[in-house]
């Protein structure tokens, strides 16, 4: 089955410890980007990759890194977790950067 | 700062009706636009996108842009309660080949 997935579905930590949120498609994407999503604020983009290798910031990169090791995965770090980074993140994927995008399944964070 | 803005809602419309939602962009030179349907709880999956070619109409939904005005908009024909969702509008940022700016998203709830 064709599909976008991301690990862990849920995650509650605290201030300043470091985590990653893994993503992985199996479609032979070559664009893939993260996303957060906060209530009023719509999907805003934090990264995306071109291919494997080639990333480059979104519109909210602060506090987050990524890297594109390999074509089907794309994890999301974020060194230093605060509080203002509670949201919910999604992963997703497409063959060209504006053709239809396929998202993961979402990731809800909580940093106390 | 590029925008794309949609009224939250919630928009309320009886089962069967046509249901008519907004999308405003600010842009000019935007030549890709989304639809992306969004359930609570899920992740967003793609309705429809069009170029500014054309309208384009796919079974009960049709996405019309207007340039001169600056807005593109969904229509969905008798509407159906598994149709209440919130739906997103994307558009592309015309000062980047890989970026989408995306709308907050409107609440659609039909009522049966």
């Known amino acids: 089955e064709a599909q976008v997935t991301q690990n862990p579905r849920y995650l509650i930590t605290v201030t300043g410890k470091k985590l990653t949120v893994t993503c992985s498609q199996n479609m032979n994407h070559e664009y893939m980007s993260w996303y957060r999503q906060d209530p009023g604020l719509g999907l805003r983009q934090i990264y995306y990759s071109m291919n494997v290798e080639v990333t480059d910031k979104g519109d909210v990169p602060e506090g987050y890194k990524v890297s594109r090791k390999e074509k089907r995965n794309f994890p999301l770090i974020l060194e230093s977790p605060s509080p203002n980074q509670t949201s919910l993140y999604f992963c997703a994927s497409s063959p060209q950067p504006l053709e239809t995008q396929y998202f993961g399944p979402g990731t809800r964070l909580l940093v106390l | 700062q590029k925008e794309v803005e949609q009224n939250s809602g919630p928009l309320s419309v009886p089962e069967g009706a046509i249901a008519s939602l907004n999308c405003t962009y600010s842009d000019r030179g935007s030549q890709s636009f989304f639809w992306y349907r969004q359930y609570s709880g899920k992740s967003p999956e793609l309705i429809m996108f069009?170029?500014s070619n054309g309208d384009k109409e796919d079974g009960r939904f049709t996405a019309q842009l207007n340039k001169a005005s600056q807005y593109v908009s969904l229509l969905i024909r008798d509407s159906q309660p598994s149709d209440s969702a919130t739906y997103l509008c994307?558009?592309?940022?015309?000062?980047?080949?890989?970026?989408?700016?995306w709308g907050a998203g409107t609440k659609l709830i039909i009522k049966p």
């Open positions: 994307a558009v592309n940022n015309e000062g980047s080949n890989y970026q989408l700016i």
């Open positions: 069009i170029y």
